[in-house]
């Protein structure tokens, strides 16, 4: 059974950085489909951020250009660097896994039912 964990989030001023973690256990990172997701209250949770067990990396065009997400297969850790931060940007976030190819699959990897595993989720604030 695949155990995620976030790191803590905080509160950033808009145009700064934050990155934050996910803690992965009962699984390799090498071998699952990770992403990482965001909700605000009363909106469906949307995806942000995919890669697959082979690093190829995929962005809503809402993050495109200012988030990074990337992998630490040794330490079976999962990171996304959020750059340019906007208000908007303010949500729950989420570390997500599946077993599966759903972050390969177009019309999937941003659905959340599509996934598996999920972590309790650490707040994104960003301020004006």
């Known amino acids: 059974l695949v155990q995620l964990v976030e790191s803590e989030g905080g509160s950033v001023q808009a145009g700064g950085s934050l990155k934050i973690s996910c803690a992965i256990s009962?699984?390799?990172?090498?071998?699952?489909?990770l992403g990482w997701f965001r909700q605000v209250p009363g909106a469906e949770r949307e995806g942000v951020a995919a890669i697959t067990k082979e690093g190829f990396t995929y962005y809503h065009e809402s993050v495109e250009g200012r988030f990074t997400i990337s992998k630490d297969n040794a330490n079976n850790t999962l990171y996304l660097l959020m750059n340019s931060l906007r208000p908007d940007d303010t949500a729950m976030y989420y570390c997500a896994a599946d077993y599966g190819v759903v972050c390969r699959q177009l019309l999937f990897r941003f659905k959340a039912r599509s996934w598996e595993f999920w972590g309790p989720g650490t707040q994104v604030t960003v301020s004006s």
């Open positions: 009962g699984y390799s990172a090498q071998n699952l489909c």
